[in-house]
């Protein structure tokens, strides 16, 4: 829950403004806007936002020919642990179909 002056959240009222004006006016200014927004809030409440990855970061660049393919890691995928009582019948239709595609 948002609060003024309380913890650091990553969609705060400010962003969702922006967010709104982008989405109804289809302008590239205020996405731009949303976006700046949302990439200050990124460096403060995520994990990802935290690392600093690269030549001016903490953890080096990881080669291209070391990454794993896509092909592999969606093996590792696995929906069968979400139990249909917390997520919708949809959802569950929509996950099985998504997996079953992969």
Do not use: C
Request: hydrophobic content about 40%; overall charge negative.
């Amino acid at each position: 829950h948002w609060r003024d002056g309380g913890e650091a959240h990553y969609n705060t009222p400010a962003a969702m403004v922006a967010l709104q004006l982008a989405a109804r006016t289809n302008a590239r200014e205020a996405y731009d806007d949303y976006s700046k927004l949302i990439n200050e809030a990124n460096s403060r409440v995520t994990i990802r936002g935290l690392l600093k990855i690269g030549n001016d970061g903490l953890l080096p660049e990881v080669p291209l020919e070391e990454v794993e393919p896509a092909s592999e890691i969606v093996k590792r995928f696995a929906t069968g642990a979400m139990s249909l009582g917390s997520i919708s019948p949809e959802t569950h239709e929509s996950l099985a179909l998504a997996m079953n595609s992969l």
